[in-house]
């Protein structure tokens, strides 16, 4: 049986609890768990009592697209030694689905006083959160960051584009600040756009 709310999901309560039998109007919880027999919900309430509710009582707070069916330019510009961390996280994985470096539309790499860079350009891809080359990049981000490694991550829709995702640390390194986001991805310091 498929869950409609996920362990974790924001949702808003309004119904009566199983345990307590306490009414709650608008109230805010988060999913813990889910009990296929009676289809309820067990929901940690913010500011109250966590109890049992039934699935007609909850409301997903955040309206969460299938980003499958979303396809968006990527472009990632990282110093070689951040994509080797990546490429690490990514072996160490279980869940293995299509690995999205191989199948990046243009792979550069470039030095720049004696350091190595590469970027990726993706020209139109489904970049779902369950893919693992994505969660490792996303992952890897507040890490390269840290270890001052720098980074430059940039997502704009095509069939959303209002849709726009800039991510960068180059404070220390502008080496891998190459793409300029408007309507389309342009490479700065190479030229060329997406």
């Known amino acids: 049986m498929k869950n409609k709310y996920k362990k974790g999901e924001l949702v808003i309560v309004n119904g009566k609890g199983k345990i307590f039998g306490e009414r709650n109007t608008n109230v805010l919880g988060l999913i813990k768990e889910k009990d296929y027999y009676f289809n309820t919900y067990f929901v940690e309430i913010m500011f109250g009592k966590d109890d049992w509710f039934k699935e007609k009582d909850l409301i997903r707070t955040f309206e969460k697209k299938n980003r499958k069916v979303d ?28 690995d999205l470096l191989a199948k990046a539309n243009l792979v550069q790499e470039y030095i720049v006083e004696g350091k190595i860079y590469v970027f990726f350009i993706w020209n139109e ?6 893919n693992y080359t994505v969660r490792s990049i996303e992952k890897a981000l507040p890490i390269l960051k840290k270890e001052n490694i720098p980074y430059q991550y940039v997502v704009t829709g095509i069939t959303n584009p209002k849709y726009i995702r800039v991510e960068e640390f180059i404070k220390n ?7 300029e986001v408007s309507n389309k991805i342009k490479i700065k310091r190479f030229g060329g756009i997406i």
Do not use: H, R
């Open 71 to 98: 396809k968006y330019k990527v472009g990632f510009a990282v110093e070689n030694k951040g994509l080797k961390y990546i490429m690490q996280n990514m072996k160490e994985q279980n869940e293995k689905t299509i």
């Open 173 to 179: 390194d502008k080496n891998v600040d190459i793409f």
């Open 125 to 130: 891809t489904y970049w779902p959160e369950t």
